[in-house]
Protein backbone atom coordinates (compact mmCIF):
# COMPACT_ATOMS: atom_id res chain seq x y z
CA UNK A 1 0.00 0.00 0.00
CA UNK A 2 1.02 3.64 -0.59
CA UNK A 3 3.06 5.56 2.23
CA UNK A 4 3.16 9.32 2.38
CA UNK A 5 4.76 10.34 5.35
CA UNK A 6 5.09 14.20 5.89
CA UNK A 7 7.42 16.18 7.98
CA UNK A 8 8.60 19.50 9.08
CA UNK A 9 5.58 21.87 9.79
CA UNK A 10 5.68 23.43 13.10
CA UNK A 11 5.25 27.34 14.05
CA UNK A 12 7.43 29.72 12.47
CA UNK A 13 6.95 33.75 12.76
CA UNK A 14 5.45 36.03 9.63
CA UNK A 15 8.47 36.21 7.19
CA UNK A 16 9.97 32.85 8.01
CA UNK A 17 10.89 30.08 6.37
CA UNK A 18 9.58 26.36 6.66
CA UNK A 19 10.54 22.89 4.76
CA UNK A 20 8.58 20.40 4.35
CA UNK A 21 9.64 16.78 3.27
CA UNK A 22 7.10 13.85 2.18
CA UNK A 23 8.72 10.40 2.62
CA UNK A 24 7.37 8.19 -0.32
CA UNK A 25 7.69 4.63 -0.36
CA UNK A 26 6.14 1.20 -1.18
CA UNK A 27 5.55 2.13 -4.89
CA UNK A 28 7.61 3.63 -8.02
CA UNK A 29 7.99 7.29 -6.53
CA UNK A 30 10.08 8.67 -10.00
CA UNK A 31 7.23 7.15 -11.87
CA UNK A 32 4.42 9.87 -10.39
CA UNK A 33 3.94 13.54 -10.33
CA UNK A 34 3.55 14.58 -7.12
CA UNK A 35 1.75 17.56 -5.03
CA UNK A 36 1.32 19.51 -2.10
CA UNK A 37 -1.86 20.26 -0.86
CA UNK A 38 -3.31 21.92 2.59
CA UNK A 39 -6.09 22.80 4.59
CA UNK A 40 -7.04 26.13 6.71
CA UNK A 41 -9.19 25.43 9.66
CA UNK A 42 -12.96 25.65 8.22
CA UNK A 43 -12.12 25.75 4.87
CA UNK A 44 -11.65 23.12 1.75
CA UNK A 45 -8.27 21.46 0.90
CA UNK A 46 -6.50 23.56 -2.01
CA UNK A 47 -4.31 22.79 -4.36
CA UNK A 48 -0.38 24.27 -3.74
CA UNK A 49 2.42 23.18 -6.37
CA UNK A 50 2.69 20.21 -8.99
CA UNK A 51 6.12 18.83 -10.07
CA UNK A 52 7.00 16.37 -13.00
CA UNK A 53 8.29 12.95 -12.32
CA UNK A 54 11.30 14.13 -13.20
CA UNK A 55 10.85 17.85 -11.96
CA UNK A 56 11.92 19.65 -14.88
CA UNK A 57 8.47 21.43 -14.28
CA UNK A 58 6.34 22.62 -11.76
CA UNK A 59 3.30 24.84 -11.08
CA UNK A 60 1.69 26.58 -8.20
CA UNK A 61 -0.92 28.57 -6.75
CA UNK A 62 -1.51 32.12 -7.29
CA UNK A 63 -1.19 32.03 -3.83
CA UNK A 64 2.19 30.86 -2.97
CA UNK A 65 4.38 31.34 -6.29
CA UNK A 66 6.93 33.01 -5.78
CA UNK A 67 7.56 31.82 -1.98
CA UNK A 68 6.94 28.32 -2.04
CA UNK A 69 9.25 26.04 -4.29
CA UNK A 70 8.73 22.14 -4.66
CA UNK A 71 10.94 19.14 -5.12
CA UNK A 72 12.01 16.08 -5.46
CA UNK A 73 14.83 13.34 -5.06
CA UNK A 74 13.79 10.60 -6.84
CA UNK A 75 16.51 8.60 -5.47
CA UNK A 76 15.67 9.10 -2.01
CA UNK A 77 11.68 8.69 -2.59
CA UNK A 78 11.53 12.52 -1.32
CA UNK A 79 9.25 15.10 -1.61
CA UNK A 80 10.09 18.53 -0.59
CA UNK A 81 8.46 22.21 -0.15
CA UNK A 82 10.33 24.92 0.43
CA UNK A 83 8.39 27.34 2.11
CA UNK A 84 9.94 31.37 2.41
CA UNK A 85 8.00 34.61 3.38
CA UNK A 86 5.48 33.10 5.09
CA UNK A 87 2.53 34.96 5.86
CA UNK A 88 -0.50 33.98 8.36
CA UNK A 89 -2.76 33.07 5.80
CA UNK A 90 -0.49 30.43 5.11
CA UNK A 91 -1.47 28.04 8.17
CA UNK A 92 -3.02 25.58 7.25
CA UNK A 93 -2.19 21.40 7.36
CA UNK A 94 -0.17 20.21 4.84
CA UNK A 95 -0.39 17.07 2.81
CA UNK A 96 1.85 15.24 -0.31
CA UNK A 97 -0.69 13.64 -2.97
CA UNK A 98 -0.04 11.06 -5.31
CA UNK A 99 -2.80 10.47 -7.68
CA UNK A 100 -5.72 9.16 -4.97
CA UNK A 101 -3.73 8.80 -2.32
CA UNK A 102 -2.40 11.43 0.83
CA UNK A 103 -0.40 11.69 3.58
CA UNK A 104 -1.77 12.18 7.27
CA UNK A 105 -0.67 16.06 7.06
CA UNK A 106 1.90 18.45 8.85
CA UNK A 107 0.66 21.62 10.60
CA UNK A 108 2.17 24.93 9.65
CA UNK A 109 1.32 27.62 11.89
CA UNK A 110 2.56 31.30 10.73
CA UNK A 111 2.08 33.35 13.99
CA UNK A 112 3.67 36.21 15.84
Known amino acids: QVQLVESGGGLVQPGGSLRLSCAAA????????MSWFRQAPGKEREWVATITTTGSSTNYADAVKGRFTISRDNAKNMLYLQMNSLKPEDTAVYYC?????WGQGTQVTVSS
Open 26 to 33: RFTFSNYG
Open 97 to 101: NCAAY
